[in-house]
């Protein structure tokens, strides 16, 4: 599979946005899928994460209550709407799949990778 994000832009605090991640592949329907960013001079973070049968959602605290995580495997899309946005939000956001395990925060566990897209919360 292969993953493909767009949606990033610039904003002021409190608006919103929605990321896509739109992936390619026969298998999309099997992998659980999840968002993480990485602001410059920081480590890359879990934001939430969607899995492929429950469809189950984690989500980080930092963004509980205002980011929901969504997926159509037939549309092979997974989204993220973003509410509230903070300047803290602030990031290059990526969305990752893996085929194996539970939703993990551990980026070294996910095994595909999107190119990022950069949000950018003005105050």
């Known amino acids: 599979v292969q993953l493909q994000a767009s949606g990033g832009g610039l904003v002021q605090a409190g608006d919103s946005l929605r990321l896509s991640c739109a992936a390619s592949?026969?298998?999309?329907?099997?992998?659980?899928v999840g968002w993480f960013r990485q602001a410059p001079g920081k480590e890359r973070e879990f934001v939430a994460g969607i899995s492929w049968r429950l469809r189950k959602t984690v989500y980080s605290d930092s963004v509980e209550d205002r980011f929901t995580i969504s997926r159509d495997n037939a549309r092979k899309t997974v989204w993220m709407q973003m509410n509230s946005l903070k300047p803290e939000d602030t990031a290059t956001y990526y969305c990752?799949?893996?085929?194996?395990?539970?939703?993990?925060?551990?980026?070294?566990?996910?095994?595909?990778w999107g190119q990022g897209t950069q949000v950018t919360v003005s105050s």
């Open positions: 592949g026969h298998t999309f329907s099997r992998y659980t």
């Open positions: 990752a799949a893996k085929a194996v395990g539970l939703i993990s925060n551990m980026s070294t566990e996910w095994e595909v």
